[in-house]
């Protein structure tokens, strides 16, 4: 049972179920959620869920590792290698961020801080992505271009960057990948706002097929 009071939820495990956080094992255990940045995962068997906050919407999501369309998913699809899409990028901090408002799959739009955007050249095309999230990890990007819908996911697709280096940061758009509401519907995925659409078709990065896509 989760007991929920519209900001809290606490996980009470049912007598003789077997519920484990991490290594250890859990009887009644107060839910982070993932919004946290540490969320609390809790594991029952094959399935783990963890508590999300989308806006003022809270809910479980849910994983199991035993589903069928996860047993019987083909594999991911791929653009061969195109060293011409990795390019090297220019990183433009903003100081103060940028306020930019975010819709996700489900209409939910927040103002999100924006902390820079790139600029670079891809094939002859002067580009300027917005930048999402970054870390000491490097930077992650959203984006949508003239494959979506053809032979990339409709909305959008991924980018993470590897470290920036003063202001230099390489992207490799060979790692562009689709996100999880691609293959699934309950899944909560940014949409990229309007600055990130390019004019352009880059045919690299992961490819996709609408027969993955489950529910």
């Known amino acids: 049972m989760i007991d929920f009071n519209g900001t809290q939820a606490v996980f ?19 839910l982070q959620p993932d919004v946290s940045g540490l969320p609390t995962r809790v594991r ?5 869920f963890v508590i999300v906050r989308r806006g003022k919407r809270w809910g479980v999501r849910v994983w199991n590792r035993s589903h069928p369309a996860r047993t019987a998913f083909p594999g991911r699809r791929w653009y061969p290698i195109d060293e011409t899409c990795v390019v090297p990028a220019r990183y433009v901090r903003y100081d103060p961020p940028r306020s930019v408002l975010i819709t996700n799959v489900l209409g939910d739009s927040e103002p999100t801080p924006c902390p820079g955007h790139v600029d670079f050249e891809l094939k002859g095309t002067p580009v300027r992505l917005l930048v999402t999230d970054c870390d000491e990890e490097g930077l992650f990007l959203v984006f949508a271009d003239l494959t979506n819908g053809k032979t990339t996911y409709p909305p959008c697709r991924f980018l993470a960057t590897g470290p920036v280096e003063g202001e230099q940061v390489t992207l490799d758009f060979n790692r562009a990948y689709s996100p999880l509401c691609a293959f699934s519907p309950y899944a909560t995925c940014p949409l990229p706002p ?13 490819q996709y097929d609408p027969d993955w896509r489950v529910g």
């Not at 029952?44 to 783990?48: E, N, P």
């Open 12 to 30: 009470r495990v049912a007598p003789g179920v077997a519920a484990h956080v991490g290594e250890e094992c859990v009887e009644t255990i107060m």
């Open 44 to 48: 029952l068997g094959d399935v783990t």
């Open 194 to 206: 309007a600055e990130t659409h390019l004019q352009i078709a880059i045919e690299a990065g992961e």
